[in-house]
């Protein structure tokens, strides 16, 4: 079989290899990007537009896109094609402690702290936005030797001989790919649903710490999404509960902040893991998104820091014209490596530091929250740190 040419082929067309190609139009190189599943399953020809927010795909849960993701997404063309609900402020506060903290958009001097979207609308908004690179869907990498790209679709093998290969294809868990260099289970499962209550969000956003791990309320549509973090068992319990349990259930667990909570859309359950690093770089590669680095969801980093991988890997590859050369693969690597190394120790952290009943860390954690609500200086930092990544490092 003939191995078709091509400067950059990238696997795995979920958000952040949808936005790759996107960001690649203007590079002068060509473009392949290869997506396992189907067109459908995608939403790619679902002929709707992505504002109308309907699911398609079911995935359940809804991402925190922080502010210098819009201005990213304004750049690709994409932004107007996502109905995505401003956060103005975000309430953090820890369950059976003292402090708490407002963060505003003001004490950043952004109109948005950030903007809440579907994950399956974020893919079929990036999907409506025009591509010039050529998009395969139902075409599944599987093989790379540093030379020649392997892609199985329902008709059969396609190869292709790319000058670089990106992988974009998420945290390949069972997959049988190379194990990356650092694995921790957080045995710790998020449980994703919508919620509503009786009372209208405002744009605010509530991220509760409890000793069992964080829960966050993010304002979407009308109502809520909730992102519940809990142990495995505990998950797969309030998964099976019916709705008035669950919402019970909830309440006990948020407290009264938000009065009861008056219905809950079906549940669904994402085991958490972080996952970063390779032992071995397969040449002419590069990983990106998920692929590089899957986080624990808390403070809602890993798609913005993937999408920064993409943005970065662009910008590149639009100044080189060798885009799969050692010398290209190790700068783009180095020029993300502070970004990336921040984006993990930051949620990792903030996962050891909350997800915790000692009595002596949650007094410093009470201490931590005043001290950030007393200090503008400091609550800035951190609004900065979550929108803009370690560009915010000073
Ligand atoms: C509960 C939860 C809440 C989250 N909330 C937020 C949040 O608020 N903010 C935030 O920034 N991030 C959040 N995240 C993280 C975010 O979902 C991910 O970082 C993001 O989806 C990564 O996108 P990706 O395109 O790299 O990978 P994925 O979304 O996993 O997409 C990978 C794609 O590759 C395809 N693929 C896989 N294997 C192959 C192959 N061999 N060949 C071709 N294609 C392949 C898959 O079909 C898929 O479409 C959350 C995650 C979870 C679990």
Request: proline residues 5%; contains cysteine; charged residues 20%.
């Amino acid at each position: 079989m003939d191995a078709e040419p091509v400067d950059i082929l990238i696997a795995g067309g979920g958000p952040v290899g949808t936005a790759l190609a996107l960001a690649l139009q203007d590079s002068g190189h060509s473009v392949v990007l290869t997506e396992a599943r189907s067109a459908e399953t995608c939403g790619a020809h679902s002929g709707e537009s992505a504002a109308a927010g309907a699911v398609k795909t079911g995935d359940a849960r809804a991402i925190a896109l922080s502010y210098s993701s819009r201005l990213v997404l304004e750049r690709l063309n994409a932004w107007s094609q996502l109905a995505a609900t401003p956060i103005e402020t975000i309430h953090v506060s820890q369950r059976g402690g003292f402090g708490r903290t407002l963060i505003r958009a003001g004490d950043v001097g952004v109109p948005a702290l950030g903007y809440v979207v579907g994950y399956d609308t974020l893919q079929r908004g990036l999907l409506a936005t025009p591509c010039a690179g050529r998009r395969i869907f139902g075409a599944k990498l599987t093989g790379f030797d540093g030379c020649t790209a392997v892609v199985r679709t329902q008709d059969g093998e396609l190869a292709f001989a790319p000058q670089l290969t990106v992988f974009a294809d998420g945290a390949r868990v069972g997959d049988g790919r190379a194990a990356p260099a650092h694995s921790k289970d957080y045995h710790q499962t998020a449980v994703v649903a919508s919620v509503t209550t009786g009372q209208a969000h405002h744009g605010r956003a509530w991220e509760r710490f409890t000793p069992e791990g964080p829960l966050a309320l993010l304002p979407f549509a009308d109502g809520y999404s909730l992102v519940w973090t809990a142990g495995p068992e505990r998950a797969a319990i309030l998964c099976a509960l019916d709705t008035p349990a669950f919402l019970a259930e909830l309440h006990a667990a948020f407290g009264d902040r938000l009065g009861a909570f008056t219905g809950a859309s079906a549940r669904a359950a994402f085991p958490l893991a972080l996952r970063y690093g390779q032992d071995v770089e397969v040449p002419r590669s590069i990983c990106i998104g998920n692929a590089a680095q899957t986080l624990h969801p808390v403070a809602g980093q890993g798609f913005n820091l993937g999408l920064r991988d993409a943005w970065e890997l662009a910008r590149l590859a639009r100044d080189s014209r060798g885009p799969g050369s050692d010398e290209f693969c190790a700068h783009y690597r180095r020029a993300r490596a502070l970004d990336r190394g921040a984006g993990i120790r930051f949620t990792d952290s903030l996962v050891g530091i909350f997800s915790n009943a000692n009595p002596l860390l949650c007094l410093g954690r009470g201490a931590g929250l005043l001290a950030l609500d007393l200090l503008p200086i400091a609550r800035s930092f951190v609004a900065r740190r979550m929108i803009f990544g370690a560009r915010a490092l000073p």
